[in-house]
């Protein structure tokens, strides 16, 4: 019987495989117990990702307050600075906090730049200062976040640049005790006198309507935004939606201190 120390052997390498096969199973499931919960994390990132504003605008949403007012001392811009409606607004925002600064002492030392620039070249770019005049109406025209933030940054280091927030977020901020200055426009709603100006540092939209305020309350039921307009109105109450189609067409720029 020559062949049975070949069956032998072969029985012998079948039984190594059955057992090396079983381990291979066994390593098998321990991994695909550690790879399930990996590739849920993995999935579930990226679904928030993929809706991560929606999910953010419905958590502000249900943490909200139904109603806010929070009670921010007006300022007038009028009559020394009819152009002057940034840097009421921000004087307005600073005084909340209890730092004591003139929205005078803001338009003096704010960045500003000329209406033309270049030998008339160029326009000028809110961006990097206020532009034209304040003090003579009808001979300004606006400033951006840039240059407010940096002249607020001159008196405290609480102050926050918030631009390209939603308008929701901006209200959630508000509801959490924070007043927020926004760059809007006269009639708190989207104007249709855009205007597109070539300037030494690229592109800017810009609106003669350009106007800014602070934003001091809200009710969620009557869709409602309460804002303190440097024309000499508290708690001016504005349609909620209008305001926010405003803000977003003048860029989404917002200011707040924390």
């Known amino acids: 019987m020559q062949f049975l120390p070949a069956l032998k052997c072969g029985v012998s390498l079948l039984n190594q495989s059955q057992s090396l096969s079983m381990k291979i ?8 117990f550690l790879i399930i919960p990996i590739g849920l994390i993995f999935v579930l990132s990226l679904t928030y990702l993929a809706n991560k504003n929606q999910i953010d605008d419905e ?8 109603k806010q007012k929070l009670n921010v001392p007006l300022d007038n811009q009028l009559p020394d600075l009819p152009n002057g409606c940034e840097v009421t607004s921000l004087a307005m925002l600073m005084n909340y906090y209890g730092i004591k ?3 005078n002492e803001l338009a003096q030392n704010i960045q500003h730049v000329d209406s033309f620039t270049d030998n008339g070249k160029y326009r000028g770019n809110p961006n990097q200062g206020f532009v034209g005049h304040m003090t003579v109406a009808n001979a300004g025209w606006c400033v951006y976040n840039g240059p407010l ?5 001159k008196y405290t280091n609480h102050i926050v640049n918030a631009s390209d927030s939603n308008f929701l977020k901006v209200l959630k901020l508000v509801s959490d005790g924070h007043p927020v200055l926004i760059i809007t426009t006269t009639t708190f709603s989207r104007v249709n006198n855009m205007q597109t100006w070539e300037t030494n540092a690229g592109k800017v939209n810009v609106t003669p309507s350009s106007h ?3 934003i001091t309350g809200y009710n969620k039921k009557k869709k409602i935004v309460y804002l303190n307009n440097p024309y000499g109105f508290k708690n001016q109450a504005v349609n909620w939606h209008k305001l926010e189609q405003s803000y977003d067409q003048q860029g989404r720029q917002a200011l707040y201190m924390n």
């Open 25 to 32: 199973k066994k390593i098998n499931l321990k991994y695909l």
């Open 59 to 66: 958590l502000n949403w249900m943490t909200m307050k139904e």
């Open 101 to 103: 600064v003139s929205k």
């Open 149 to 153: 933030y940096n002249v607020a940054r």
């Open 212 to 214: 800014a305020c602070v």
